[in-house]
């Protein structure tokens, strides 16, 4: 049997990159999962790629009608939600070099920017809240951002949005507690993970080694994170194994949080 046998998953921004790779472990290890995103191409490609027991659902997650629409579904067809990862995000980039630094930035991709990163997982949490409070029990993982840990000049939305999506999943672990659910909520920050987001930022060829190179620099472990290593700790979270952790926060940056790495 495997770690999340016939769990009931739901994982939104999972149409590429850390959603699907959380999607493909979840079924690996024996759950039932529910890609939501809203590519709906790329939605469905990657729910056929994980396997037979993974199945594609629109979701925005923008939307409370969508969150209330897909939550009722889960629940009409198997009578409860046992894990719900909040992984859709953007960075504000996706449509183009538009300025994101304090001084720059529009309020409108401000606003854009928190919709999806902070309100999503807002209404994410509380729509997996009320589901899984029928059985008093489950896990709620939000996917956070090393941004959320330390400034970013060119990107304030994002590491504002990330930062409080940081302060809002132990909001909600001690509100669970409290209301004496053992719904347990927890977060992971990624750092360069190697997702098609960074596709753009780092071309083809020899320029793409050197790009590569320049953007871990900092790095102690000198390289880009998988998407599948994100996965492997999404697994955990989601798993009994994790049963005493709630409102914890995980680091997966190579360490780049832990100081410079001391050179021989």
């Not at 997650?61 to 009722?72: K, M």
């Not at 970013?152 to 909001?171: G, L, Q």
Request: hydrophobic share 45%; charged share 20%; glycine share 10%.
């Amino acid at each position: 049997m495997g770690r999340l046998e016939q769990k009931v998953t739901l994982v939104t921004g999972a149409a590429r990159g850390i959603g699907a790779a959380i999607a493909e472990a979840f079924v690996w290890e024996g759950a039932r999962v529910y890609l939501s995103d809203i590519d709906d191409e790329g939605g469905a490609q990657s729910a056929l790629a994980a396997g037979k027991r993974a199945k594609y659902q629109r979701l925005d997650v923008r939307s409370e009608q969508d969150w209330s629409r897909v939550t009722e579904y889960l629940l009409a067809i198997h009578g409860r939600i046992d894990v719900v990862v909040n992984n859709a995000g953007i960075t504000g980039f996706e449509e183009g070099l538009i300025q994101h630094d304090p001084e720059h930035a529009t309020l409108e991709s401000w606003h854009a920017v928190h919709a999806t990163n902070l309100d999503g997982v807002f209404l994410g949490c509380k729509y997996a809240i009320a589901a899984m409070r029928k059985h008093g029990q489950g896990s709620i993982i939000n996917i956070s951002s090393r941004s959320g840990l330390v400034g970013i000049p060119a990107a304030a939305a994002y590491a504002s949005s990330k930062a409080a999506v940081r302060n809002h999943t132990k909001t909600v672990a001690l509100y669970c507690a409290e209301q004496g659910l053992n719904i347990r909520c927890n977060f992971i920050h990624p750092a360069a993970i190697l997702t098609p987001m960074w596709e753009p930022m780092l071309g083809t060829g020899a320029e793409r080694e050197a790009k590569m190179k320049l953007f871990v620099k900092d790095t102690p472990m000198q390289r880009f994170g998988q998407p599948e290593e994100v996965a492997a700790v999404a697994v955990l979270l989601a798993s009994d194994e994790a049963a005493y952790m709630t409102g914890a926060e995980l680091n997966l940056d190579g360490g780049l949080l832990a100081g410079s790495a001391a050179t021989p």
